[in-house]
């Protein structure tokens, strides 16, 4: 930790941690954080990846959870140019990828407003990298050309429009944040004449105690009432939620009687 | 390397190694070459990667680049799985992410039916990556809700259809492989009225010779031919191209007129 504040460069490194789990980490992001004078994580980060950073570092979490916000956003960023200005290097250590609805972008006009250098190095956002672990694709020739990533909580609290148009594209439709809007979700896909469309639901994705529910349009709500998923989770809808082996046993329920 | 054919367990690791910057593998990956008995890598795929992987594993390039074709798909599901029932572990390094339109999926379903068990490791993907290390984030809030991920080329090697529909969304559009359909896409977007939206061209993502061309729909096709842009390349069509330093210069030209 750089303490003679003469010599201090400050600068800050929005890092993207992954989803969960510290495997999933960059060799740039290991590096980025070896040097590091102040480590800023968020909820969902493993704390074994604080391990990386000098131990004479400073680690605070400014984790936000929803409906807690125990720190708010304006909050994190004057922390954050505050402990660059006074310490160096900062690290922002992010879940997944930090342009991905991690407000990353805000974090660095921010710095950007009191000229600290900010660099950027992406993670593996859970967008793609929770469907892939689990061995369902978001693209495959023939099935889906494309994949559509929405955010299922607006700044403003309501349903994006995008899902409603995301509905009636051929796109496989990756939902972050929006398990509490499944059921109105789930409507406009009903809407767009989508009911039996492949869904997935994964709680915890990368993670030991990761869960996936496979469905479709129809009876994924029920699906993931029952298996009691919380936040947070992941929606997917699409044909290439079938290639799934789970959905293949689904749809085939009294096959496996001998 | 295992050379006792009795005692070989077959596997496969479908790896993704990022959008060129070697650093960008994560350590997971680090992990699966350092116990890998062959590896087959594809074209764009940094060779320095390979010096994780053991001194005696067998290294194949297996590179298929657009025109050459070099190794069909099917001579690569076959060697992968010839290797993996020979060898033991095969990691198969893919560029990117590998369910990114790196057909991944088609190497998972092949191995599959020979029962060699895979495993797959989310890489970053360059339709994230690429634009946040330009710090163009594909997300920001009060401007983009949502981002769509397209094939400029599909199997048929026609337009995909999607791009169409994408071309009237809110989303930020990312199209990978679609350099040479630009000037096809752009009147998409002109079509639905969006002459003067941001876009972007970027070159090379992550690599030492990046090269990022910006413009709106209306110029794009001849700032990336004055620029003589070649593949790969990644295109981003979305507001949030407005946020890039060198936005702001091009739409004020003569603004740096002392």
Redesign the interface.
């Given at each position: 930790m750089n303490t003679d504040k003469l010599s201090i460069i400050p600068k800050i490194t929005l890092l993207?941690a992954?989803p969960g789990?510290?495997?999933?980490?960059?060799?740039?992001g290991?590096?980025a954080l070896q040097t590091a004078d102040v480590v800023l994580y968020d909820a969902l980060i493993d704390e074994t990846l604080l391990d990386f950073a000098p131990s004479a570092a400073i680690k605070i979490y400014v984790g936000k959870r929803s409906g807690e916000h125990a720190f708010e956003q304006d909050a994190i960023n004057r922390l954050m140019v505050d402990y660059a200005l006074n310490y160096g290097h900062v690290v922002r250590l992010k879940g997944g990828?930090?342009?991905?609805?991690g407000?990353?972008?805000?974090e660095?006009d921010f710095a950007d407003s009191y000229s600290v250098p900010?660099t950027?190095i992406?993670?593996?956002?859970s967008s793609?990298?929770v469907?892939?672990?689990q061995?369902?694709?978001?693209?495959?020739?023939?099935m889906s050309?494309?994949?559509?990533?929405?955010?299922g909580t607006?700044?403003g609290g309501q349903l994006?429009?995008?899902i409603a148009?995301?509905a009636t594209?051929?796109?496989t439709v990756v939902i972050l944040m929006g398990l509490k809007k499944l059921p109105e979700i789930v409507e406009l896909f009903k809407a767009a004449g989508k009911a039996d469309l492949p869904a997935a639901v994964v709680q915890n994705g990368s993670s030991a105690n990761e869960k996936l529910i496979v469905g479709t349009v129809k009876n994924i709500v029920e699906q993931a009432q029952k298996e009691q998923v919380q936040a947070p989770a992941l929606l997917i809808f699409g044909e290439v939620v079938s290639?799934h082996p789970s959905f293949k046993s689904l749809i085939k329920p009294y096959a496996s009687i001998a």
């Amino acid at each position: 930790m750089n303490t003679d504040k003469l010599s201090i460069i400050p600068k800050i490194t929005l890092l993207g941690a992954g989803p969960g789990d510290p495997d999933l980490l960059t060799l740039k992001g290991v590096k980025a954080l070896q040097t590091a004078d102040v480590v800023l994580y968020d909820a969902l980060i493993d704390e074994t990846l604080l391990d990386f950073a000098p131990s004479a570092a400073i680690k605070i979490y400014v984790g936000k959870r929803s409906g807690e916000h125990a720190f708010e956003q304006d909050a994190i960023n004057r922390l954050m140019v505050d402990y660059a200005l006074n310490y160096g290097h900062v690290v922002r250590l992010k879940g997944g990828d930090p342009f991905v609805f991690g407000r990353g972008y805000e974090e660095l006009d921010f710095a950007d407003s009191y000229s600290v250098p900010v660099t950027v190095i992406p993670g593996i956002s859970s967008s793609i990298g929770v469907p892939g672990l689990q061995q369902i694709p978001v693209t495959h020739r023939g099935m889906s050309e494309s994949f559509w990533v929405i955010t299922g909580t607006t700044s403003g609290g309501q349903l994006s429009a995008d899902i409603a148009q995301a509905a009636t594209s051929n796109a496989t439709v990756v939902i972050l944040m929006g398990l509490k809007k499944l059921p109105e979700i789930v409507e406009l896909f009903k809407a767009a004449g989508k009911a039996d469309l492949p869904a997935a639901v994964v709680q915890n994705g990368s993670s030991a105690n990761e869960k996936l529910i496979v469905g479709t349009v129809k009876n994924i709500v029920e699906q993931a009432q029952k298996e009691q998923v919380q936040a947070p989770a992941l929606l997917i809808f699409g044909e290439v939620v079938s290639l799934h082996p789970s959905f293949k046993s689904l749809i085939k329920p009294y096959a496996s009687i001998a």
